[in-house]
């Protein structure tokens, strides 16, 4: 499962919003049974996970985690108590509660980006913000991509 593109939309005044038809299209490929919504943990951003994608991230964190670490523990707690399980309505959109559009800055318009097997929400202001800068993003890519001879 792989999302890609970004796409603009608007929140309607309960906080609903349209799902872009490609992004359901991935979704609908899987066996989706509910999407996991929180705010990104470095970006001033909303992340949706399917369930599956969600599931392993957790377990990826408690199995480095024991009941008696508790930077670990602290961390898991703090990952999952951060998230929301939602649904998929019958027209192909998502309530996103208001606590979540005011802690991404997001009044109407959004910005949806897909990284690969998750999808960002955005307010589409930070997100012209965010893509228009090239020159970190080309940085960015030149540093991940060849680290031995990256110089800062």
């Known amino acids: 499962m792989r999302f890609t593109g970004n796409i603009d939309a608007k929140t309607d005044e309960k906080g609903r919003v349209f799902i872009p038809a490609n992004f359901r299209k991935v979704l609908q490929q899987t066996d989706l049974d509910a999407l996991i919504l929180r705010k990104d943990i470095f970006q001033r951003c909303l992340v949706l996970y399917p369930e599956k994608v969600w599931d392993s991230m957790v377990d990826a964190i408690a199995q480095r985690t024991n009941p008696f670490d508790r930077k670990g523990r602290e961390a898991l707690r703090g990952f999952v108590a951060g998230a929301e399980k939602i649904n998929i309505d019958g027209n192909g959109r998502i309530l996103i509660p208001r606590r979540y559009l005011d802690s991404a800055d997001i009044q109407s ?35 991940i991509m060849n680290p031995d001879t990256y110089e800062s």
């Not at 690969?116 to 540093?143: M, P």
């Open 109 to 143: 318009e959004v910005r949806f980006i897909g990284m690969d097997n998750s999808i960002e929400i955005w307010s589409r202001q930070k997100a012209e913000e965010l893509l228009t800068n090239t020159e970190k993003l080309a940085e960015n890519l030149e540093q």
